[in-house]
């Protein structure tokens, strides 16, 4: 089995100021993990994925993800918060089992004030 | 390239009454997987579909079913609706697992279906 835990489900920072969401995961096999972001009344766009490559992955619009065995942890920082970044984020993880269902966290909504 | 499609982008259904929804994957893209976006439970799957079966299926009733075609297309429907069906169906493609690697998953900007 395999969960998703995403801490804190708003989140305010203000414009120019460090983000950090945090995402913690359950899995009993090494997992896959991802961050999707959310605008309104849109679908879900890949912000990054962690594949085993590289523990600090880098994604899409400044955003980068460091994966942490030892503490189950997959936490999304961006050093400087812009307003476009407002929106809802969310952890998601999945096995290389062969089969593509993602389990998904109940999301982070990030507020960014002027 | 184009992105999922889905369609209709809005629904309105009453207590009762079936609804089918469409999903047109990426060109190339051979798996497609649902989801059901709500308020109070988050997002949560639904169903996968590769070469027309039925890989995986998440925990929902019978009375949500899919099919996919062989052109890759996918519809699921949910006959005898409840209002707790109001969601957003959100559809996502992707490679075959046998092309190795994780499974990124992209996703169509969904379905907004309200049972009234």
């Known amino acids: 089995a395999q969960s998703v835990t995403q801490l804190g489900s708003h989140v305010s920072v203000s414009e120019g100021a460090l983000v950090l969401l945090r995402c913690n995961y359950s899995?009993?096999?090494?997992?896959?993990l991802f961050w999707y972001v959310q605008y309104p009344n849109q679908g879900l766009q890949l912000l990054l994925k962690?594949?085993?490559?590289?523990?600090l992955v880098k994604g899409i619009n400044g955003f980068e993800a460091e994966f942490k065995k030892s503490e189950t942890s997959f936490h999304l920082t961006k050093p400087s918060a812009h307003m476009s970044d407002a929106a809802e984020y969310f952890c998601?993880?999945?096995?290389?089992?062969?089969?593509?269902?993602?389990?998904f966290g109940s999301g982070t909504r990030l507020q960014v004030q002027p | 390239k184009a992105g999922v499609t889905q369609t209709p982008r809005y629904l309105i259904k009453t207590r009762g009454q079936q609804v089918t929804l469409s999903c047109s994957p990426i060109s190339g893209h051979r798996s497609v997987s649902w989801y059901q976006q709500t308020p109070g439970q988050g997002l949560q799957f639904l169903f996968e579909y590769f070469s027309e079966t039925q890989r995986n299926k998440g925990n929902f009733p019978g009375r949500f079913s899919g099919r996919q075609f062989s052109n890759s297309r996918s519809e699921m429907n949910v006959s005898t609706l409840e209002l707790g069906d109001s969601a957003l169906y959100l559809c996502?493609?992707?490679?075959?697992?046998?092309?190795?690697?994780?499974?990124?998953?992209?996703f169509g900007p969904g379905t907004r279906l309200t049972v009234l």
């Open positions: 996502a493609s992707s490679l075959p697992q046998w092309a190795g690697g994780p499974n990124e998953q992209f």
């Open positions: 962690y594949t085993s490559a590289a523990t």
């Open positions: 899995s009993s096999v090494p997992p896959y």
């Open positions: 998601a993880v999945s096995q290389d089992t062969g089969r593509r269902a993602l389990t």
